[in-house]
């Protein structure tokens, strides 16, 4: 089964009530998203491989450790997902992005695709798809669903707000999958939104409603 991590760091927990609070303009919830996920791109990238190397410092000769140069694939869900792209690749510069275009429809709350553009090596990459909420979790298991058609094999998932309904829902369709938090809420409302959570986050961030 997948693991569930919820990043409690002080940064990300302080960036977040802000995020919430429903005074917060446009300008200020796209900069605070694009930090939260750098945050979250510092804690998810702990245990990427290392190799070791000499380097010359003025004084002496060091052994030393450089990133092994795993590939990796950021995929954003769109369109809220994009709000968290730049923030990782500051990060982790050399990254591939592919976008999964996905809404849920406002009816039933099922996603419906129309837009998917990958890396053509994706089966090699690790690839995290990034959203920044995790509701009924239809978007993340449809994106998900839609990376493994497409050759996709190691994949984690991160989000700033869940609700338990969502992680139980992605980790019972794909339990090879971890699961990364910024913060795990109460519950869903009838209209499928997360409470407290944040609004609509593609609204937010694009200042559209
Ligand atoms: C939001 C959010 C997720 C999805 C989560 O997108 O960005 O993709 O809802 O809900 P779920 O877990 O119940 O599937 P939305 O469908 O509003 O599309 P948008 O990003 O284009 O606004
Ligand atoms: N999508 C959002 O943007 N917000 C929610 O609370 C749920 C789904």
Not at 90 to 119: C, F, M, N, S
């Amino acid at each position: 089964m997948g693991k569930v991590y919820v990043f409690d760091h002080p940064l990300i927990q302080h960036k977040l009530t802000y995020i919430r609070d429903k005074n917060t303009g446009t300008k200020e919830f796209r900069e605070l998203v694009d930090e939260v996920a750098s945050l979250m791109a510092f804690e998810i990238t702990r245990d990427l491989p290392l190799d070791e190397v000499d380097v010359e410092t003025p004084v002496t000769t060091a052994k030393s450790k450089v990133l092994s140069g795993k590939k990796l694939g950021i995929i954003p869900i769109l369109r809220a997902g994009l709000g968290m792209v730049d923030g990782i690749l500051k990060l982790i510069p050399a990254a591939k992005v592919g976008h999964v275009g996905l809404y849920r429809d406002p009816e039933t709350l099922q996603p419906v695709e129309y837009y998917v553009k990958l890396p053509s090596d994706i089966a090699e990459r690790e690839l995290i798809v990034v959203d920044p909420m995790l509701a009924t979790g239809g978007s993340a298991v449809e994106a998900i669903d839609s990376l493994k058609k497409r050759g996709g094999k190691n994949i984690k998932f991160m989000c700033l707000i869940a609700a338990p309904e969502g992680v139980e829902v992605v980790k019972e369709a794909h339990p090879d999958v971890d699961i990364y938090i910024a913060a795990l809420d109460e519950k869903l409302n009838d209209h499928g939104y997360i409470v407290p959570g944040l609004g609509d986050a593609g609204d937010r961030l694009f200042g559209t409603k």
